[in-house]
């Protein structure tokens, strides 16, 4: 399976202190879906386009040179057959230049 999202992402950064926050989110968009399985006979592939609906948090912690964060989400795409829920978890860091 390959999706491909495209999002609208809201949330905001609530700053604790000068280097620590915190930012819930909502993601919500269209996912288009490549999906290839093998029947008995033979190989398939079925394309389709499908909503989905996201939301979780991350804690961030920032200098004036350098990001981390970390945080998880819960999911669920809608499709024809049904809702499939997923969820993530993730690690972020950067620079800032």
Do not use: Q
Not at 58 to 78: K, Q, R, V
């Amino acid at each position: 399976m390959m999706p491909v999202p495209v999002t609208l992402d809201l949330g905001y950064h609530f700053h604790f202190t000068e280097w620590l926050s915190f930012m819930p989110c909502v993601n919500a968009g269209y996912t288009y879906m490549d999906i290839k399985y093998t029947t008995l006979n033979e190989d398939k592939t079925k394309s389709t386009y499908e909503p989905f609906l996201r939301g979780g948090a991350m804690l961030g912690f920032e200098s004036d040179y350098f990001y981390f964060g970390a945080g998880g989400d819960y999911g669920c795409i809608y499709e024809d057959s049904g809702p499939k829920s997923f969820y993530e978890v993730y690690v972020r860091t950067g620079g800032v230049v």
